[in-house]
């Protein structure tokens, strides 16, 4: 059996399928960090922000869900990705010129809505967005918070919305320590110029698929999946035609 959902609904599918040992592959939800250190090339890592963060506006369980980047490069970041979300237009998906379309229901965006609250009372700082538009729909504005506190409620959740709180770090061990400080583990992505960096640290991060330098990591040739909460087992790849495993897939651009 191969499911892709939520964790809450693969938990009570794996429970069925123990009854009559049924061989499952399990797709869940993910809390993808996107680490920037400080000696990154901070236009591929915008870019890559963009594409990470906003495919299907968010809603998407590889996107990137918490910014965890060096204090020494996080305002510059923060106000070059501001400014991309700024020029992004929401509208309906139908309709010419439209970015960014709509969340699936009031429920999703009020839960996105609530996520920003609760970040903005706890200290962080609206640079753009952080509100619904006054219009007919289930709408969020494309939102960046920076300075977000490492403990803020909306680290830990899947956002599944057009949302990016940033949060920093000094040293390495202190990244890795925050990327892996979620019981989710589907995707994670790094930006460095340094690959011994890149692939140490994409080594150490607990998650089924690593992206360096690169926002996307889905690839036919590729093993798909994840670690913790995030499922289990592999689709595509050799591992996944040959049996369900827990190995990690790297995806490295250089």
Not at 67 to 93: C, K, N, Q, W, Y
Not at 97 to 119: E, F, M, Q
Not at 137 to 155: E, S
């Amino acid at each position: 059996m191969s499911f892709t959902g939520s964790t809450e609904v693969g938990r009570s599918l794996l429970a069925h399928a123990a009854r009559t040992i049924v061989n499952s592959g399990m797709e869940l939800g993910g809390n993808a960090p996107f680490v920037v250190f400080g000696d990154a090339d901070l236009d591929a890592a915008v870019s890559g922000a963009m594409v990470a963060k906003l495919r299907n506006g968010g809603s998407a369980c590889t996107a990137a869900n918490r910014f965890i980047v060096h204090a020494s490069i996080a305002e510059d970041f923060a106000g070059r990705l501001a400014e991309a979300m700024s020029r992004l237009t929401v509208g309906p998906g139908l309709e010419p010129g439209t970015d960014i379309g709509p969340l699936v229901n009031a429920k999703t965006r009020d839960k996105v809505s609530g996520l920003v609250s609760g970040a903005l009372d706890s200290g962080a700082k609206a640079l753009v967005g952080a509100a619904a538009p006054n219009r007919r729909g289930f709408y969020y504005m494309p939102t960046v918070l920076n300075a977000v506190p490492a403990d803020a409620a909306i680290l830990g959740e899947e956002i599944f919305g057009p949302v990016a709180p940033i949060t920093t770090f000094e040293h390495i061990d202190d990244a890795v320590a925050l990327a892996n400080a979620t019981e989710y583990g589907l995707v994670s992505y790094v930006y460095t110029t340094d690959l011994r960096t890149g692939l140490r640290v994409g080594e150490q991060l607990d998650s089924g698929m690593v992206g360096i330098n690169r926002p996307v990591v889905s690839d036919p040739a590729a093993p798909f999946g994840g670690t913790k909460q995030s499922g289990l087992g592999r689709e595509g790849g050799h591992e996944g035609m040959l049996e369900y495993t827990e190995t990690q897939y790297l995806a490295v651009d250089w």
